[in-house]
């Protein structure tokens, strides 16, 4: 079993930065696929980015120059860094673990959740 808590959250102005961070439990992250996923009000999941354990990364066309993944296995964190913020960019933020993952873009081969973070962009 794998516990994922997500921090960092808020309010902010369009064109500021946020940091959220992913504390996992229970598991090493070391060995899994770590990814962000965010949902706003009346919308589908969506697919932010994710990271396998051999750094390679992955980023949705939405939010690619503008966010950033990385990880801390040490720190068994994950961090999404993420610039440029606009409205549209408003929702709930969840990480995800899994392991045999193929397609991160894929919500349901995620085994593990988190329960999100909010994070809303004023214009």
């Known amino acids: 079993q794998v516990q994922l808590v997500e921090s960092g959250g808020g309010l902010v102005q369009a064109g500021g930065s946020l940091r959220l961070s992913c504390a996992a439990s229970g598991r090493t992250i070391s060995n899994y696929v770590m990814g962000w996923f965010r949902q706003a009000p009346g919308k589908e999941r969506e697919f932010v980015t994710a990271?396998?354990?051999?750094?390679?990364?992955y980023y949705g066309d939405s939010v690619k120059g503008r966010f950033t993944i990385s990880r801390d296995n040490a720190k068994n964190t994950v961090y999404l860094q993420m610039t440029s913020l606009n409205p549209e960019d408003t929702a709930v933020y969840s990480c995800a673990a899994g392991r045999s993952v193929v397609h991160v873009s894929n919500p349901r081969v995620y085994a593990y959740w988190g329960q999100g973070t909010q994070v809303t962009v004023s214009s």
């Open positions: 990271s396998r354990s051999d750094d390679s990364t």
